[in-house]
């Protein structure tokens, strides 16, 4: 792991590094309370398709983990995004049709990620600011796409927020596969008016989820309009399973 | 409005009370501070079908509003409920079934509980105690079934949460012309497994509020089964838009 810009603001430290895995270097971000190093649960953060660690909503969750809810936050760039795009990310967005068509071409790309994740997770539970053990995830959209399978595989998850996804899509195989399989606690966000995934399969991966603790939250809205309290009930989750 | 008993716990004054309605005799309870007459608003309770005033869930929500959202709440037996049974409600539970019957056999029930909730709120809004204005509604299943029509009607409601229904039943066309006239921020609570209301039935109604301001919170489980974060979730909404 090696630690590139750190900077502060409002009582939140942020960090950018790096991870080496299996030949790729995965670019994230960590944020943990400024001048407190007495250890804090993570939560991995995964962005959106034509999205990146550091976009806005991402650094706003992290952020508000880290000042409101006792807890420290962990996002990495997904494949072909961010600093992992050829162009660094200095273009601003990738049409989610471009993604759709990586995402149909390549199935490992998800074994790939999914071991990003569970590297960047060793890295960062390594740290003394940082507590082995269960951890959380959130992530929607694509960050459901990755994170499902890294909340299935991976049993320090203790807690997951997933969403704006379906059985759908070219590894709905693979969703059908794993969803039973995860059992921790579960918030499942749902855009009624989702344009990209509909709701009729968001409702068959929510029924799929082997879950007993798990609720499905849906507002109005297309799939980009989330509202704010949706950020809100997130943050409460996961302080609540992880902080208890 | 005739008072009757009036005990305190923990902090918690309730009333027995009486209102006259186009000759009914519609037996309450109210639930306020104890010792503090600074009024605040104050929200109307719907029992569901067998229940009544004073089943636990009722008493437990509104102690929970007076003692940790800042609000008051008030309840009545429902028709053939509670003290308005032949038998006053000595025996327990009224099978669903009974009220289904009279649900089916008499479309004029709701009209007059739209009176009997409306008389109500006009004399509890006349104490000191309670806020003149706007108020919240809660009520789930037959708590729905009387409380929409409720929500449609009186302006003076600004936040509701109903659910554990859908368009089904004996005034589906009823709530079919209502839900659209329904314009306050509202909570919607579905239960996956319900097995009276199923819950694509659920998911027609949600469609059909005309809020803006909605969102629907579904949990795995049967219709009597909805989760304590439930009642959590709906303070939570009560205080916030009531207290603004």
New interface residues.
């Given amino acids: 792991m090696r630690f590139g810009t750190d900077v502060a603001a409002k009582g939140v430290r942020e960090r950018r590094f790096d991870v080496e895995v299996g030949g790729r270097t995965v670019p994230g971000l960590l944020w943990t309370p400024e001048g407190d190093e007495h250890p804090r649960p993570v939560v991995m953060l995964g962005h959106g398709a034509s999205g990146s660690k550091s976009q806005d909503y991402i650094v706003a969750l992290a952020r508000g983990l880290v000042r409101h809810r006792g807890l420290c936050a962990v996002a990495i760039d997904g494949p072909v995004h961010g600093d992992r795009r050829a162009d660094k990310g200095e273009v601003d967005g990738l049409p989610f049709a471009d993604f759709v068509a990586r995402w149909s071409a390549d199935p490992a790309l998800i074994d790939d990620m999914v071991a990003d994740w569970r590297a960047t997770l060793d890295a960062v539970q390594a740290l003394p600011e940082v507590t082995p053990g269960p951890c959380g995830y959130w992530g929607l959209s694509m960050g459901t796409i990755f994170g499902l399978p890294v909340v299935a595989a991976e049993p320090r998850v203790s807690v997951a927020v997933l969403g704006l996804m379906g059985i759908a899509g070219p590894t709905q195989d693979r969703f059908t596969a794993d969803a039973p399989t995860v059992r921790c606690p579960l918030l499942y966000i749902v855009q009624?008016h989702d344009e990209l995934f509909p709701r009729d399969l968001a409702f068959k991966l929510?029924?799929a989820f082997g879950s007993?603790d798990?609720?499905?939250?849906?507002?109005?809205g297309m799939h980009a309009e989330v509202?704010a309290?949706e950020f809100e009930a997130s943050g409460r989750i996961l302080g609540e399973h992880l902080l208890d």
Avoid: A, L, T
Avoid at 214 to 220: F, G, I, L, T
């Fill in positions: 009624w929510f029924d007993g798990k609720r499905m939250h849906v507002s109005p509202p309290e």
